[in-house]
């Protein structure tokens, strides 16, 4: 693959439902990141990846939501009971390793929570 | 704690005008900055890195500790400039890659 790729590109769901968001790095990427861009708000980081383990974890909002990372390769965000303040584009990027100087960006996931 | 702010959240220019985009941080220690660039339905892609002080499509940035600051500067902006500019800051120490990111500067490079 040429880039970071995301699944679904675009998913509505109703308040109170779960789902799952996927990110498939660029391959022998170790680093990987998930960010979300909300209207008003920028780009705000969640969580970080290096390998399967999450050493950062600070920008996850709540308890809602959780993710992971297996074979050091695809990672899936999770939300559950899903809050219209939710609704945003999820953004992963993956990087070389940590610390290497970009971070290259999928085409994100929009997310609408009715 | 570290935090980017980008004062303009619209900026309009003619082509062949020049333009900067404001950066500012706050941060205690010696930081990593980054502009990255959204053009309309692509992805965020980097644009350049302080540390590289490269010239990318005609922007360059330089880092000022004095002044916290890390405008991005073209001295002849092009219509194909028009995008979203987002400001990014690493720390250095104390483990963590994220990225921290201003809130964007929408750019409109008029004909």
């Known amino acids: 693959g040429a880039g970071v790729s995301q699944s679904p590109s675009n998913k509505v769901t109703e308040k109170g439902k779960d789902v799952e968001l996927r990110c498939d790095p660029i391959?022998?990427?170790?680093?990987l990141y998930w960010y979300r861009q909300s209207l008003g708000q920028g780009l705000e980081f969640l969580i970080y990846f290096q390998g399967n383990s999450a050493p950062d974890k600070s920008g996850l909002p709540s308890d809602r939501f959780s993710a992971e990372r297996t074979g050091g390769s695809v990672s899936t965000l999770t939300i559950q009971r899903t809050q219209q303040e939710d609704s945003a584009v999820y953004l992963c990027a993956s990087s070389l390793q940590a610390g290497a100087n970009e971070q290259f960006f999928g085409p994100g996931t929009r997310l609408t929570v009715l | 704690a570290q935090r980017v702010t980008q004062p303009e959240k619209l900026l309009s220019v003619f082509k062949g005008a020049p333009v900067e985009l404001k950066c500012n941080y706050s941060y205690s220690g010696s930081p990593e900055l980054f502009w990255y660039v959204q053009y309309s339905r692509q992805r965020l892609q980097l644009l350049l890195r302080h540390i590289s002080r490269e010239s990318i499509k005609g922007f360059t940035a330089d880092l000022n500790k004095g002044e916290t600051s890390f405008h991005l500067k073209k001295p002849f902006a092009q219509e194909e400039d028009s995008a979203m500019y987002y400001c990014a800051l690493r720390k250095t120490q104390g483990g963590s890659e994220k990225l921290v990111f201003g809130k964007g500067t929408k750019l409109t490079v008029n004909p």
């Open positions: 391959s022998g990427h170790t680093a």
